[in-house]
């Protein structure tokens, strides 16, 4: 069994209220960094433990924290980004919905670190039943004196706010996430600055993901030392991971960073094999917008070393033969799954969610997704894939935000590797609505695709 | 759907009560922060849908241009610019839950309802609507009604559903 | 000041210069083209992504190339940076993947817009982009609408590069136009039927870069390539009163503010300047507007020059005080003469 930092109690009954939560030791980094550590003091720790931010970008958080600019009579924010919607990630929902008082936890004693005397929790709008019970906690941490004026009479203050948002999966992108805190539309915003210097309100402001922040506390409560030896090279720590998909066990994973992706989609500690024992096609590792990786490759690097869930060993190879750690969205497909109607969601996906800011996203995403519709319906042709790939290499580092990456990604990695199923929908044309016929040529069973 | 233009629009005091608690929570001259949140109890108390003339009632209560009303509910998928049924039912339609049967539970509840996914039964009962990923994928497939997420979903479970709200006949909300 | 090189050209400019005010500094073709942005809006730019530059060299400091081509409308120079923009085929074949995008739902309506002539869009496409399009399917339409009495929207043509609503924030007071939606079906709209309506609300039409925003007063009365542009001005209670007068013959078609090469006005003018004042005596006439970027306004655009110069003549005698009119600048010198 692997070591578990966060999700350890989980299933203790009654973990969600703060009595149980204490009774296992909740809060006692908040009281461990107010009585006995300066600020500076944990943003070391944090920075010594090597974490690295856990919505996908992989940033280390110490760096991010130390970036904060702190000018005086000038308040300072904590944001937490639980705006989570990448498609294939639902780890913080689990995470804020089993033990809602982590995250709290997490918010003060980082918010003490940072010297910010308000935080928010940025949640999603669909995930409404989870900000109820984010309110609940925050209102049993008010009345025991965990929030509010002086905590552990240390002359420390905080609040804690929970904030909804409606329906973007743009606001996951930490500026546009402040506009939306801030009332307005979610565009992201051009940077320079950055939150770090002007954020919300234009005040330094620290955005972190649930998990990110959630870590602050094993970190603070162990040090970061403790926190740095667990995991491999610079993947240090324990990671969240949400396996989808064709597996026998999906669900919220906590994995050293370092286990063999092999080990996780077959052992029975994790996804416990594919569904029926079929053969597996494909995985997208770290959320919808990292490349696709066919089965070779994702077991074993291009070299053909065993292929490890950490930052490094995903991204071995770059592009042309990894992929990347991302939120941990791990969604596995077996040899049923069609590669090219799987693409067409997440181009549909992308196309809906662009916010219409910058003209490479808000005209290209949609006409990918278009092209992907003719694909499908059997009236592509061999030019069409050229013309696919040609827009996403022209939306690609041409975007206000990375949005405009994480639509172009998906589609160059799955026509990269998995060219012969697109030339295939082609060839075959309109007899590809046959699905029965086409896959019974095949020898191997029926997609789902209807 | 047939749109009540008399309905009067006007928070009650307990509700009033809570929008300006919410209010509170942004510092001075930042009160714009509220709109969100207040937009959403709105939507909840006006039958589900955010009219004009509830736009501009919120506008008046943050003191802002009911243009930037406009803007923003117009930006999020979770507000509805048009009335709709009292059970509006969001099925996930991304990857994951493409994966794990969603289109088969779409084209259940088409049928069942004799809908197509964006209209909305002749009753007013339902409106089908198709979202994107819900951050459900590991209990995929799976639908949304009002704050309510309903997972791993079969058609039995779906038919099971319809019923009851069917027989409930009470109007979903998200607050 | 910090030194920038820009395709080869190196200049010193004031600190907090970016790197497309530079490039107008320097001049010339290594001027990245900017669609969206606009010096004289607070916050403009930075959307469209035509003027999207390579740096090849961060600083002196930190001499790291920039991973990603940036926005030169919105990046700040640094002391010792190095630009790429006409000497790099990668920012070129960028940029054309940026016109392509443009005008994938834009309706190439030309034959039949107002706009014709004097749209950056249609300049953009013919500088940077390509022959032929590669996109298929359904181009996006809207419904005309007006806003008011005298301004026409013409959604299908915007690029959504917000410039008139930040016209409607910055000088006007109380807007009541935005962007709606998202995505590829935002559009500018009042979302319930509203006009827009105060003294400076004409400005959007100077602002739109293509022919979205236009000018219902002088909708269909020409081409603006048969229009003569002449710089006037009259006292005026509530703007600058410094305007341009778009003559056919002996009529003022419109009315519109000062446009520099880059298309941004000099002066914001009033609606009561744009709409109200369209007869000659309504002015004190300067001279013929030098005709700068765009070549099809100014085909012919010398051809009355003596006529022109009598009405300067004729003003001149009428002033009270013999006040002296300017002439547009370079306007009598031939080697600034156009189209000729």
Not at chain 1, 161 to 186: D, F, M, N, P, W
Not at chain 1, 393 to 403: H, N, R, V, Y
Not at chain 3, 169 to 191: K, L, P
Request: proline fraction near 5%; charge should be negative.
């Amino acid at each position: 069994m692997g070591k578990k930092l966060l999700l350890e109690h989980v299933d203790v009954p009654g973990i969600n209220t703060l009595s149980v939560y204490r009774q296992k030791g909740g809060y006692a980094s908040v009281e461990k960094a107010l009585k006995t550590m300066t600020p500076e003091a944990v943003v070391e720790e944090v920075k010594t433990s090597g974490l690295r931010g856990r919505g996908g970008a992989g940033f280390p958080t110490g760096m991010k924290w130390s970036f904060l600019a702190k000018p005086a009579g000038v308040p300072r924010y904590l944001v937490c980004n639980a705006d989570e919607s990448e498609p294939g990630t639902f780890k913080d929902r689990y995470l804020m919905e089993k033990i809602p008082h982590l995250l709290i936890e997490g918010m003060i004693t980082a918010s003490y670190a940072l010297g910010a005397r308000t935080s928010y929790i940025y949640i999603r709008g669909e995930y409404f039943y989870v900000a109820q019970i984010l309110e609940k906690a925050i209102a049993e941490a008010y009345e025991a004196g965990l929030l509010g004026k002086n905590i552990f009479n240390s002359g420390f203050d905080h609040d804690c706010y929970v904030q909804v948002g409606a329906g973007a999966y743009i606001c996951g992108e930490e500026t546009a996430l402040l506009e939306s805190l801030e009332g307005k539309r979610g565009n992201p915003r051009i940077k320079p600055p950055f939150p770090a210097v002007a954020g919300l309100y234009g005040c330094p402001t620290v955005v972190n993901n649930v998990e990110t922040i959630a870590a602050v506390v094993p970190i603070v409560n162990h040090g970061g030392a403790a926190y740095a030896a667990i995991g491999v090279g610079k993947s240090t720590g324990t990671k969240l991971i949400s396996a989808s998909g064709h597996i026998k066990k999906p669900g919220v994973y906590e994995i050293e960073l370092g286990v063999p992706v092999e080990e996780f989609i077959y052992s029975d500690e994790y996804c416990g094999g594919i569904i029926n024992d079929r053969k597996l096609k494909a995985v997208v590792a770290g959320g919808s917008s990292v490349p696709i990786l066919p089965a070779d490759l994702i077991l074993k690097t291009a070299a053909g070393e065993p292929r490890l869930m950490s930052y490094e060993s995903l991204a071995d190879g770059g592009f042309a033969s990894g992929t990347m750690l991302g939120s941990g969205g791990f969604i596995v497909m077996d040899e049923t799954a069609s590669v090219v109607k799987n693409l067409y969601t997440f181009t549909r996906f992308y196309h809906h969610e662009s916010c219409g800011q910058c003209s490479p996203c808000r005209e290209g995403t949609g006409w990918m997704e278009k092209i992907m519709h003719k694909i499908l319906d059997g009236d592509g042709t061999m030019n069409d894939i050229e013309l696919l790939w040609d827009i996403q290499a022209k939306i690609e580092g041409k975007t206000i935000c990375p949005l405009g990456d994480a639509a172009a990604w998906p589609v160059a990695s799955a026509i990269r590797h998995f060219r012969s199923e697109f030339e295939e929908y082609v060839r075959r044309g309109h007899s590809i609505k046959d699905v029965k016929h086409y896959y019974s040529t095949k020898g191997i069973p029926e997609p789902a695709y209807s | 759907m047939e749109i009540d233009q008399k309905r009067e629009i006007r928070f009650n005091e307990e509700t009033m009560a809570t929008v300006q608690k919410i209010i509170k929570r942004y510092p001075e001259g930042r009160e714009k922060s509220a709109l969100i949140p207040i937009l959403h109890i709105a939507q909840a108390e006006f039958d589900g849908w955010l009219s004009p003339a509830t736009m501009d009632y919120v506008a008046s209560i943050l003191n802002i241009q009911p243009i930037e009303v406009y803007e923003v509910a117009s930006f999020y998928s979770m507000f509805n610019l048009n009335p709709v049924g009292k059970c509006l039912i969001e099925v996930c339609r991304t990857s994951s839950c493409w994966l794990m049967g969603a289109e088969d539970v779409v084209r259940h509840i088409e049928k069942k309802l004799n809908i197509h996914v964006g209209e909305t039964t002749a009753d007013g009962q339902f409106t089908l609507k198709t979202v994107e990923c819900l951050g459900s994928c590991g209990t995929a497939p799976m639908m949304q009604v009002g704050h309510e997420y309903h997972e791993n979903l079969t058609l039995e479970k779906v038919d099971e559903l319809l019923n009851k709200w069917k027989a409930e006949g009470k109007r979903s909300r998200y607050c | 000041m910090a030194k920038v090189t820009i395709d080869d050209i190196t200049i010193d400019v004031p600190d907090g210069t970016t790197i497309l005010q530079a490039a107008r500094m320097i001049g010339g073709d290594i001027v990245p083209p900017a669609m969206c942005y606009y010096s004289k809006l607070k916050t403009s730019g930075g959307y469209c992504r035509t003027c999207i530059v390579k740096v090849e060299q961060g600083s002196a400091k930190d001499p790291r190339p920039m991973p990603k081509p940036v926005a030169s409308c919105r990046t700040t120079v640094m002391d010792g940076m190095v630009v790429r923009n006409i000497t790099s085929p990668e920012v070129l074949e960028a940029r054309a993947g940026v016109v392509e995008f443009l005008l994938i739902n834009h309706p190439l309506d030309c034959p039949v817009c107002d706009q014709a002539g004097e749209c950056h869009l249609q300049d953009l496409a013919y500088e940077h982009g390509k022959a032929d399009t590669r996109y298929e399917f359904e181009r996006r339409e809207f419904e005309k609408i007006d806003i008011g009495d005298k301004v026409q929207l013409h959604m299908t043509r915007c690029i959504l590069c917000y410039r008139c609503v930040k016209v409607a924030d910055q000088i006007t007071d109380g807007r009541v136009h935005g962007v709606i939606n998202r995505g590829d079906v935002a559009e500018i709209s009042t979302y319930i039927e509203n006009a827009i309506d105060n003294d400076f609300s004409g400005n959007v039409i100077d602002v739109c870069p293509v022919g979205a925003l236009t000018d219902k007063t002088f909708r269909f009365q020409s081409r603006v390539w048969y229009t003569k542009p002449v710089d006037a001005h009259r006292d005026c209670d509530k703007c600058s009163g410094k305007v341009r007068l778009w003559y056919k013959g002996e009529e003022v078609l419109r009315v519109t503010g000062r446009k520099d090469k880059y298309g941004e006005v000099e002066d914001w003018i009033c609606n009561s300047c744009r709409f109200d004042h369209k007869k000659t005596s309504d002015w004190v006439i300067e001279g013929p507007t030098k005709v700068d970027r765009h070549s099809v306004i100014s085909a012919n655009h010398y051809e009355n020059l003596r006529i022109l110069k009598a009405n300067i003549e004729r003003q001149k005698k009428a002033l009270p005080h013999g006040e002296k009119v300017q002439l547009g600048q370079g306007a009598l010198d031939p080697n600034n003469i156009h189209g000729k």
